[in-house]
């Protein structure tokens, strides 16, 4: 039985122009297993995908289907930079972590490309590049000193400044006083590369369980049960990969209390005049700005814009969301006002206290990779390697990705109000900031 069949995806322009699924079932009976791997997103996918690389027995087992949440809503944009630039990072944690953070990030669209390429995946994967928009001047001084300390200690002349006309040229707007590019940062399908990650795993054997929730973890002395409606997992180690969806399972392992999910909203127009297409993103170049209330953008196949930005605070549909978007939209590109919006979708992503995505262990048997902020493509990639690696005993040096630092948020329960606060706050912040 095709499980998959069963479930529906949110009505985005990936789900619409995506590639067919994987057949996968339904768990049903027991299945016994070295890891249980929860989430088939890309995080579980790539921890499943090195892990059989090394030989270690595994099985997913993913609540809806791959890539319902994240994995097949956002951007599609591998970028080679944090939350934080590096200039800032150097301030806060040193040189020598600094460095490794660099070092991680660009291992990470690497290995993302490896994927690809190895199993030969249907995405459109490409090297487009990233501009990181400046909101203001200040901004900009934090982006140029990222490519000082770049070229300085890293000799690393890959990423550039651009200046206004040069941003003009590049992304066909006049609303930025200029942005950091750096050509290595990748752009993919999203939906069609976790179902072509999937499918790969698949034909190798591992197997990819959908349509089949984890109500319940038992642990005992030498295993993990874990218990879905129709059928149960024995493993000796658990990765829990489930991000922004962790608080709708009862897991009881305080690790939703961690992270705050943020729901992200995103429109696609439908195909434009290929002469109004050609002045808009003309080198293919993926476009983030340095809001504290982000916006993003990039030009799809078949001369469609994807515009995305922050959804409603309590994860909820609204028009009022997607009518603020359109007019973020149509701010960055007047000439679109009488564009057509086809294609409008929601989805949540999870954000931590550090603005840095997390993964290590719970406990001696349990794992976990969590809080990507909207920087997943890349990250969630890298953290299946190096979680594979850490269930198999190795010790990983991340920095602050994996410090035991990473606690329960306090207050959890009043994230709501809080995050409406800090909202008005950081939209006050981007007015002010020109």
């Keep these: 039985?095709?499980?998959?069949?069963?479930?529906?995806?949110?009505?985005?322009?990936?789900?619409?122009?995506?590639?067919?699924?994987?057949?996968?079932?339904?768990?049903?009976g027991d299945v016994e297993t070295e890891v249980a791997i929860i989430g088939g997103g890309y995080s579980g996918l790539s921890t499943a995908h090195h892990l059989s690389k090394s030989g270690v027995d595994c099985v997913v087992i993913e609540a809806n289907d791959v890539g319902w949440g994240a994995s097949g809503r956002n951007g599609g944009m591998a970028v080679l930079r944090y939350k934080n630039g590096y200039s800032t990072?150097?301030?806060?944690?040193?040189?020598?972590?600094?460095?490794?953070?660099?070092?991680?990030?660009?291992?990470?669209?690497?290995?993302?490309?490896?994927?690809?390429?190895?199993?030969?995946?249907?995405?459109?994967?490409?090297?487009?590049?990233?501009?990181?928009?400046?909101?203001?001047?200040?901004?900009?001084?934090?982006?140029?000193?990222?490519?000082?300390?770049?070229?300085?200690?890293?000799?690393?002349?890959?990423?550039?400044?651009?200046?206004?006309?040069?941003?003009?040229?590049?992304?066909?707007?006049?609303?930025?006083?200029?942005?950091?590019?750096?050509?290595?940062?990748?752009?993919?399908?999203?939906?069609?590369?976790?179902?072509?990650?999937?499918?790969?795993?698949?034909?190798?054997?591992?197997?990819?369980?959908?349509?089949?929730?984890?109500?319940?973890?038992?642990?005992?002395?030498?295993?993990?049960?874990?218990a879905t409606p129709a059928g149960r997992v024995h493993a000796k180690k658990l990765v829990i990969t489930t991000n922004a969806y962790t608080d709708l399972m009862p897991l009881e392992i305080n690790l939703g209390r961690r992270i705050v999910p943020v729901s992200t909203s995103v429109l696609?127009?439908?195909?434009?005049?290929?002469?109004?297409?050609?002045?808009?993103?003309?080198?293919?170049?993926?476009?983030?700005?340095?809001?504290?209330?982000?916006?993003?953008?990039?030009?799809?196949?078949?001369?469609?814009?994807?515009?995305?930005?922050?959804g409603d605070i309590t994860g909820k549909e609204s028009p009022d969301i997607y009518r603020g978007l359109h007019k973020a939209l149509i701010r960055t590109f007047p000439s679109l006002s009488g564009a057509a919006i086809e294609f409008r979708w929601s989805g949540k992503v999870a954000v931590t206290l550090d603005d840095f995505p997390h993964f290590g262990s719970l406990e001696e048997r349990i794992f976990y990779a969590i809080g990507y902020g909207g920087r997943g493509v890349a990250l969630t990639n890298l953290f299946g390697k190096l979680l594979a690696r850490m269930v198999q005993g190795e010790a990983i040096a991340a920095g602050p990705l994996n410090s035991a630092r990473f606690e329960p948020i306090p207050l959890h329960r009043w994230r709501i109000p809080g995050m409406q606060a800090v909202a008005g706050y950081y939209w006050l912040l981007d007015k002010l900031e020109r």
């Design 89 to 226: 990072l150097v301030a806060q944690y040193g040189e020598e972590v600094a460095t490794r953070l660099y070092q991680l990030v660009l291992e990470a669209v690497d290995t993302l490309e490896s994927i690809v390429r190895e199993y030969n995946i249907d995405c459109d994967f490409a090297r487009y590049g990233h501009i990181t928009a400046a909101n203001g001047r200040k901004n900009l001084a934090m982006l140029q000193a990222d490519v000082d300390w770049l070229s300085r200690n890293r000799k690393d002349n890959a990423a550039s400044m651009l200046d206004r006309d040069q941003m003009r040229e590049q992304v066909g707007t006049s609303v930025y006083p200029g942005g950091y590019l750096d050509p290595r940062s990748a752009g993919i399908h999203p939906l069609n590369y976790a179902r072509g990650l999937a499918a790969g795993l698949s034909r190798k054997g591992i197997p990819i369980y959908v349509g089949s929730p984890v109500d319940s973890i038992k642990r005992e002395r030498t295993s993990i049960t874990l």
């Design 1 to 28: 039985m095709d499980a998959a069949k069963l479930i529906n995806h949110p009505d985005s322009v990936w789900a619409a122009t995506a590639n067919r699924r994987p057949e996968l079932p339904l768990l049903k």
């Design 268 to 310: 696609a127009t439908a195909p434009l005049a290929p002469e109004l297409a050609s002045r808009i993103l003309a080198g293919g170049r993926l476009v983030t700005d340095t809001r504290h209330l982000v916006n993003y953008f990039r030009m799809l196949p078949g001369n469609r814009l994807l515009y995305g930005g922050r």
